[in-house]
Every structure is written in C-alpha cells, then in structure tokens.
C-alpha cells in the first residue's frame, strides 16, 4: 500500500502543478492580447514614417544630418539587448542571448568595442556570469512599454551618436512576425541608413520608370523636414522593437505554459494508470491473504 499511496502523492503534486501552468497560460494569454493589439497600432505609423523618410532623403538630394552622417574613428558601439525579467518562456531569452553575443563577437573581431546596455534581469544575470561589463541597465519594462521611457533612451543615444562618442547603436530584440514565429536579430539604429539607387529603382512605378530627373519643391525646406523627422523616426523605430520584444516574450511564455500544461495532462494519466495496478495488486494480494487463512482454518 505504500507503494501506491507514493504514486497518489506524487500524482496529487502533478495535478496541482498543472493547475499553475494552467493559469499561467491564461495570464500569458491575456498579456500577449493586450501586447499584440499594442504592437500592430504601432506598427503602421512606424511604417508610413520610415517610408516619408526615405522618400523625402531621396527627393531632397544629399541632404546632411547628423544622424544621417556615418562615425568612423572612436572604435566604439552601442549594443542595446532587450531581454526579460521573468523567465518560464521557454528558449526566449537564450535565443536572443545567442543572437547578442553573435553581434559582440563579430564586432571585436572587426577591432570595435561594444558598450552594452541592457534591458531585463535575464540578460543582466547573464552577462554578469560571463563579466561583461554593463553600462546601463534597466528592468522597469515589465509588461507593455511606454514611450515616455523609450524617449529617454533614444534621446540619450542620438546625443552618444550626434556628439561622435561611438560609430554606431545597434538594438538586439525579438522581432514578432507572427504568433508561430519569432526572430531574434540585431536592428541598426544609428546612423539612419539612406536608400541606395537600387531600391529607389524597385520601388519606384512602373509607369514611371522612364522617367528621370524628377525635383520636388519642398515647403520648408527638405533639410528643416528631416531635422524634425529623424529624432521622431528613431523614437519610434526603438519603441516598436520594445513592442514586438514585449509580444514575443508573452508569445514564448504562452507556448512554454501550454506545453508544460500538456506534459503535465500526459503524466496524470500514466500515473494514475500505475494507481490503479498498484491498488489492483494490493487487493489482489488482500484476497490471496483471506483464502490462504480461510483453508487453513477448513
């Protein structure tokens, strides 16, 4: 009997382990709802600006700007790593770890050094067990991030990169592309890459293709247009990796909690199977005790 009453605990931790999971998929569930709403509404708007960007950088000739301007001779970047700070999300963290270190090794390779902030307690538990220093870190973005803390730190790197302190501020996030597929990648945020000749002639109409030499009158100046634009473009190109960082984290958490909750459904009933044949052999063994007392008793 003891045997069996093991297995009934055992499978008694397993179901309430199961109820945990399970509420823990609905809460990431929830989250991920609320975060995916949040990151499509943005998503637009960092579209139609990176666009009125680029065609306003190709219309106005070699217009100069600071952010547009590329460093060269500090030796010195910027690696932003967005990363979480819980964990139960699965292979989230890791992977956007890997991607990081991935992005550091090939920069000291090219004889560059990376000033590394990072964002979550994951990625600061991690770099800490390896000694990287850290600049800045930040573990305030629990949930869904607000642009006012975005603001600041993009504020703060457009003033490293304007005042020619680093060559260059990469941002390391999980880019969401849909609720099946997440990517980890490294997204260069300054300085603002022009559009090459190249794929001004593949987005360009086909009506127009012809057509050659076309000048724009700008009102103000194109120059005035971008020394607005641009501070306002890196704002929100940052703020939507923080987003999509956000949803895939509650994404990988979601998986993470239904398959934990599955393992979990598959293990009750194997042991509740082991239950039953250890209760069976008990009685079994019980009944075997009575007849073999009862004949010797005859």
Not at 13 to 30: D, E, G, H, P, S
Not at 193 to 212: D, I, V, W
Not at 260 to 268: H, P
Request: net charge positive; aromatic share 6%.
């Amino acid at each position: 009997m003891a045997k069996a009453r093991a297995i009934g605990k055992r499978r008694k931790a397993v179901q309430n382990i199961r109820k945990i999971t399970r509420t823990m998929q609905l809460i990431a569930t929830a989250r991920f709802q609320s975060a995916y709403s949040r990151a499509m509404a943005t998503k637009p708007y960092v579209e139609n600006i990176t666009r009125l960007v680029e065609e306003l950088s190709r219309a106005g000739g070699d217009i100069q700007h600071p952010l547009l301007t590329v460093n060269q001779g500090t030796g010195r970047t910027i690696l932003i790593v967005l990363t979480s700070n819980r964990g139960l999300c699965g292979g989230y963290n890791s992977a956007m770890l890997r991607t990081a270190m991935e992005h550091i090794r090939g920069q000291e390779a090219a004889g560059r050094s990376v000033e590394l902030n990072v964002v979550g307690k994951k990625g600061i538990a991690y770099f800490k067990f390896l000694n990287r220093p850290m600049v800045w870190t930040d573990t305030g973005f629990e949930g869904t991030p607000a642009f006012a803390q975005v603001d600041k730190i993009a504020g703060a790197l457009m003033d490293a990169y304007t005042g020619r302190r680093v060559d260059a501020v990469h941002v390391a996030y999980t880019r969401f592309l849909s609720a099946g597929a997440q990517r980890p990648e490294v997204l260069q945020l300054l300085p603002i890459r022009r559009p090459g000749a190249a794929e001004a002639a593949a987005e360009r109409s086909p009506l127009l293709a012809g057509e050659t030499g076309v000048q724009y009158e700008f009102s103000p100046p194109a120059e005035q247009l971008l020394a607005e634009l641009l501070p306002e473009f890196v704002k929100v190109r940052l703020f939507q990796c923080f987003n999509d960082a956000a949803v895939s984290e509650q994404t990988a958490r979601m998986v993470a909690m239904k398959a934990a909750t599955d393992a979990a459904g598959d293990m009750i009933r194997s042991l509740t199977q082991r239950l039953n044949r250890a209760r069976q052999s008990q009685i079994t063994l019980e009944l075997l005790d009575i007849v073999a007392g009862a004949e010797a008793l005859a």
